[in-house]
């Protein structure tokens, strides 16, 4: 399978595996049973009511634009992921590590009519295997590429984001921190622990204590935890 090293935006490189061509594909036919089933659903509607209301051309469009959305809808709302993406533990990601905004869920949807519509996905296929990163037209278009969401170590096992009650904030710095910033430190941890890359960890804790402004000898992955959970309590108690 191959992997793709990406830059995050604090300029540590960490390792994803591409999602396969087989894994999106199963995750497209995914997606069009549901389409089936919303459209069975219709059907089942139109048999009880005669008809009757399928009559309307402009009801028809009406029950249409779910499908005609479904792509967009869901990467927005569920970060990256359809619910075929999150049966085959795949989602898209930008190539600088960050989240993918609508800018690039919009590139992706309006350039799927010439990846997946014209010659029934001959075009993207080919994009995915001549491109090396796993990308598709549309992903070409919009930075990102599609990876594999490892599962062997999860951030609940790793880094504690809800705290106690009595939680005492260790590092006042963490407001120096953004959303961002955070969610790269959980994305990193995620897959460098799982990876086990003592460098990137390492990287990233300099990192993040030098956007802080500190110095401190704990050790790398335990800081981080730490400055996740600080941040956690901090945005919290405000």
Known sequence: MDNIKIQTTQNVDIEYEVASVGDRILATLLDYLFFLAYFLLWGVIAALTNGALFESIAFILIISLPILFYDLACELIFQGRSFGKMIMKIKVVKLDGTQAGFGAYLLRWLLRIIDTRLF??????????????????????????VIKMKQKVTLNDTILNKVKADYMLVFP???????????IIKDVMRVSLGTNNVTAIKKLAD??????????????AQFLSIVVQDYSFYNFDK
């Open 120 to 145: 029934s996905g001959v075009i993207a296929l080919i994009a995915i295997v001549v491109n090396g990163k796993g990308q598709r037209v549309g992903d070409m278009a919009a930075g990102t590429t």
């Open 173 to 183: 710095e963490v407001s120096k921190l953004s959303d961002n910033d955070i969610d």
């Open 207 to 220: 990192k993040t204590k030098a956007t802080m402004g500190i110095t401190n000898s704990m050790p790398d």
